[in-house]
């Protein structure tokens, strides 16, 4: 049976250079970059080079880099370091959004709940774009930390950041974006943004798992969360990850070189995908979730009227095809998605939504394959339940 990977939003895989490059520097020998001995100033050369090219690809300075675990632990570094941070000077009101991943959502609750801060959750609309006038609403010189994703990991609409953040700067509060999902679908050029820290994870740009960067402006106020060692001067203790590191950097250099042709390519994937679903189904059997335009061009989030989000991913998953909803996994069963609920969808947008998300390896040619597949299952399904 072929498969058919639709779920790039999640994970990606590997490219293939990136595994070359990072075999190479473990067949080098133990990479300490405290230690003092070769291997140790070896080890810390692999890191420079690495963050000198995170530099450059993101308009930034290279001491402006930590290098962490990942996406969720820079969005804890940052939310949390910055919160405590701006607390001493008073500050501690924090404003997000009602889409936010659970790794910020998760850790501005446990601020509220455990260290006294004050929550503000701002509304979107049913494309899933921030309310600013609502952000307007609560932003004033109590507010610390404001933390915005710059687009939605299960929708893909993408949020004015830069506005934002010139509301943030005007209120004296710090403004925080999760960039996960949008680090190799958009040029950045961070020293000319209104941000303070920005959070990027290497496994979404077919990069290695387990390895993530957090840009922190100079100048920002941010304690550290971690105790234990001098590493990443002094933001994020721990031996690092060097071949993970110089995976992620060879990473970010090929999504760059690469990104003039990928992203046009990646965008006629969903504009395909959308078009094959809707030639084989009836006009109101499929919704698309999200802004129409502006959004991240890989992503697409769609509601099979009729058809149970559960049955709909096991179905697919049997066919070969994987794809994923906003869903939560809980005890077996689906918990839906905090994103659709915050959008105010109906219940059979909520209760039927798929992600399909694209990246490397997918072609035309697969999706002219699968999208049958997935039409025979929506048919069958809906016949299913209707009956």
């Not at 002219?368 to 299913?384: C, F, M, S």
Request: aromatic residues 4%; proline residues 3%.
């Amino acid at each position: 049976m072929k498969s058919f990977y639709f779920d790039h939003a999640a994970t990606t895989p590997m490219h293939p250079s990136v595994i070359e490059t990072m075999v190479e520097v473990m067949q080098q020998g133990p990479s300490n970059a405290s230690s003092m001995h070769h291997y140790g100033r070896q080890a810390k050369a692999h890191l420079n080079k690495a963050r000198d090219t995170f530099a450059k690809h993101l308009g930034c300075k290279p001491n402006e880099l930590t290098f962490t675990s990942g996406g969720t632990e820079s969005d804890n570094l940052a939310i949390i370091g910055a919160a405590r941070a701006q607390a001493k000077k008073g500050r501690k009101g924090l404003i997000t959004s009602s889409i936010e991943h659970h790794a910020v959502l998760h850790t501005m609750h446990w601020l509220a709940e455990h260290e006294g801060f004050k929550l503000h959750i701002v509304p979107v609309d049913e494309t899933g774009l921030i309310s600013i006038e609502a952000l307007k609403a609560v932003l004033d010189d109590s507010i610390g930390v404001i933390s915005i994703m710059h687009a939605n990991n299960e929708v893909g609409t993408i949020q004015p950041i830069e506005q934002i953040g010139e509301l943030a700067h005007q209120a004296g509060a710090l403004l925080h974006v999760d960039a996960v999902q949008t680090l190799g679908h958009s040029s950045y050029r961070l020293a000319e943004l209104p941000v303070d820290l920005m959070s990027f994870s290497s496994h979404k740009i077919n990069g290695p798992q387990g390895i993530g960067a957090l840009y922190i402006a100079s100048g920002t106020p941010l304690e550290s969360i971690l105790q234990g060692g001098s590493q990443e001067r002094k933001r994020r203790a721990g031996t690092e990850n060097v071949a993970g590191i110089v995976g992620f950097a060879k990473a970010l250099d090929i999504c760059v070189n690469e990104c003039e042709n990928w992203q046009p390519f990646v965008n006629d994937l969903r504009i395909r995908w959308v078009e094959l679903l809707q030639q084989g189904l009836d006009q109101d059997a499929i919704v698309i979730n999200g802004h129409a335009t502006n959004t991240l061009p890989h992503i697409v989030n769609i509601s099979f009227i009729g058809v149970d989000t559960e049955s709909m991913l096991m179905n697919l998953d049997m066919e070969g095809i994987a794809a994923a909803s906003g869903s939560a996994c809980t005890s077996g069963s689906l918990e839906r998605s905090h994103v659709l609920k915050a959008m105010g969808l109906s219940e059979e947008r909520l209760n039927s939504a798929i992600r399909f998300s694209f990246g490397m390896g997918n072609t035309i040619e697969q999706l002219e394959e699968a999208a049958p597949i997935v039409i025979g299952i929506v048919k069958r399904l809906y016949k299913t339940v209707s009956h």
